[in-house]
């Protein structure tokens, strides 16, 4: 954090803890001479954890700064973007209000449960409006928009995110030849691509289904930015679609959990650390080689 910051998040980020790079330990590695580790930025904080602060952080600045006092954005019923959102706007005494795709149905899930009793006002819309919403990518562009209302895109997508989000490249002091991360609007990993050096390749895993306008999206967010490194979004590690799981999926998470301590959940980081092992096991990563993976909290969807 620099002095430039708003007060209001140096204060909430004081209580934040520490992003540490994991280095982890598996005979499969040793045999191949690969090095494994993971940013936690899980650690960062309980619900504000990993690429949701960091994609927020200039955002809620640029907001505060403007004296803004409701945040709006758009989400899914599981959505740790709006999850973060809701939490913060309360950390912030800033009114929340949260666009979600689909209708209202009963029981609530625990994520959409939090978001209420964070403050955020729900407002259910169709799949076609949520797509129509995706259209509005600047802060004060939302048709009917208040003057001391923010808008933020699907995800925090904007050049706002990726400038906190570059910062974790900054934060990875070794030499690294893979930068993993797992995707949803790709907005973390064109984050990493406007900062990661040319001798990294950096890759992303789609957690949805059908992503292909994922690669799209990076290029959108990156008009003017040379892409130095060679990059790829693998799409095969799914498992289903967003939100959606398998016992293969579940059996890995467990596994991965008891043998390392670092718990994960099943619709993001569960099939990122999957995809990893699975591209070890394809012989995919030379030997010698050195590949950090991001691990960008969201663990609430463990819930799920």
């Known amino acids: 954090m620099t002095s430039a910051i708003h007060p209001k998040l140096?204060?909430?980020?004081?209580?934040f803890g520490h992003s540490e790079l994991t280095p982890i330990h598996d005979d499969k590695l040793h045999q191949l001479q690969i090095k494994l580790y993971i940013k936690r930025d899980d650690l960062l904080h309980p619900v504000i954890s990993g690429n949701k602060w960091r994609k927020l952080k200039y955002i809620l600045d640029h907001a505060l700064k403007l004296g803004a006092s409701t945040l709006i954005s758009m989400g899914g019923a599981y959505s740790n973007h709006l999850h973060a959102l809701a939490f913060v706007g309360k950390c912030l005494n800033m009114k929340t209000i949260g666009y979600v795709r689909g209708e209202l149905s009963n029981p609530l899930n625990p994520t959409l449960i939090d978001l209420l009793d964070w403050g955020m006002e729900l407002r259910f819309v169709s799949r076609s409006e949520y797509r129509q919403l995706r259209q509005y990518k600047h802060h004060n562009c939302l048709p009917g928009q208040f003057s001391d209302q923010y808008w933020i895109p699907e995800g925090g997508a904007s050049d706002l995110a990726l400038q906190g989000v570059s910062e974790i490249v900054d934060e990875i002091d070794m030499k690294l030849d893979h930068l993993w991360v797992t995707c949803g609007t790709a907005t973390t990993l064109a984050g990493l691509l406007s900062k990661a050096s040319a001798n990294?390749?950096?890759?992303?895993?789609?957690?949805?289904?059908?992503?292909?306008?994922?690669?799209?999206?990076?290029?959108?967010?990156?008009?003017n930015e040379p892409v130095p490194c060679q990059w790829q979004i693998l799409l095969d590690y799914h498992f289903g679609g967003f939100a959606k799981s398998t016992p293969e999926l579940q059996q890995f998470i467990k596994k991965f959990e008891d043998k390392h301590g670092i718990p994960l959940e099943p619709i993001y980081t569960g099939k990122l650390l999957y995809a990893v092992f699975d591209m070890l096991d394809k012989g995919y990563f030379k030997p010698g080689q050195s590949i950090v993976v991001l691990h960008t909290g969201g663990l609430q969807g463990a819930r799920t």
Do not use: Y
């Open 200 to 223: 990294c390749q950096v890759s992303g895993v789609a957690a949805l289904k059908g992503a292909d306008f994922l690669a799209n999206e990076v290029q959108q967010l990156l008009p």
């Open 10 to 15: 140096l204060a909430l980020a004081a209580g």
